[in-house]
């Protein structure tokens, strides 16, 4: 984990510059500090809980298991695919079950993953013993606003940004056939005006570049999801975050003629 940003101006302000002797030791623990001090969080690999652990090797198994043509990566957005969205929950399993289980693809999505999750879960065993033929990926929404203190930041959208194409890397990396079909992040919160519906679009805007990768289709369907206003309704997403069965119905119809032609 990095540093608290503020932490090597607090600690440089603490000691007297005014000496010459010690400006040569102030420059240097500037440098360091500063290196530790912005660390990007997004980029490096970390496990979470106990629990959280049991999913992971449960999805190792799976993957142990082979016979996945379409894999689908992410937080709880994607894990919601195996919910029965019944009320009061929000999932698209039907969606799922009518779409996606006859193509041979399996849900890799944890809830609350951040970047930094998704990557240490890729590269601790859940591409292992699979061949997928594409590959659905979102991540990233969790990396913005704040931690539980309600206080200390996550992670600015270029940070976010490059925790994808960290991910981008390591699935080409160790899969170099598989197509990915890389989705924007959806839109969140209600208005168009929202600070963190303007940080995702912000994330959307740095990784659509890595769609220039003969193997990585960025694909956009935010729009799909939104009023002509610009606002997202609770008929389609009740917490502005998670989608209902309509929902994952609008997720599933947008992408099916894209996956459709990877897998061709």
């Known amino acids: 984990m990095g540093c608290p940003r503020n932490l090597a101006k607090q600690i440089l302000l603490s000691m007297n510059v005014c000496r010459p002797f010690l400006r040569p030791l102030v420059f240097l623990a500037s440098v360091a ?3 530790l001090a912005f660390a990007n969080t997004a980029i490096e690999p970390v496990p979470r809980s106990e629990s959280w652990l049991k999913r992971h090797e449960g999805f190792v198994e799976i993957a142990h298991q082979g016979h996945i043509d379409v894999l689908f990566l992410g937080d709880s957005i994607t894990d919601f695919w ?42 601790h065993g859940e591409l292992e013993g699979i061949s997928p033929r594409a590959i659905v990926l979102m991540i990233g929404t969790n990396n ?33 056939d598989a ?9 969140r919160s209600k208005k168009p005006d929202d600070p963190k519906r303007l940080q995702v679009a912000e994330i959307n805007r740095l990784i659509a570049p890595l769609g220039k990768d003969a193997h990585v289709h960025y694909l956009d369907i935010g729009q799909k999801f939104l009023s002509a206003d610009g606002t ?17 119905e609008i997720w599933a119809a947008a992408i099916k003629e894209p996956l459709a032609a990877l897998l061709r």
């Open 144 to 176: 913005i606003g704040f931690e539980s203190d309600g206080t200390t930041p996550r992670n600015t959208p270029a940070e976010a940004a490059e925790g994808v194409a960290a991910i981008v890397h390591t699935l080409r990396t160790k899969l170099p």
């Open 82 to 123: 195996r919910n029965s969205g019944k009320p009061p929950r929000t999932g698209g399993k039907a969606v799922w079950d009518a779409n996606f289980a006859p193509l041979h693809a399996a849900n890799f999505g944890i809830s609350a993953d951040r970047t930094q999750h998704l990557l240490w879960r890729i590269e």
């Open 33 to 35: 500090f500063a290196s």
């Open 179 to 187: 197509q990915i079909l890389l989705l924007a992040i959806f839109p």
């Open 232 to 248: 997202l309704s609770k008929n389609i997403m009740p917490d502005f975050l998670h989608p209902n069965e309509h929902g994952y």
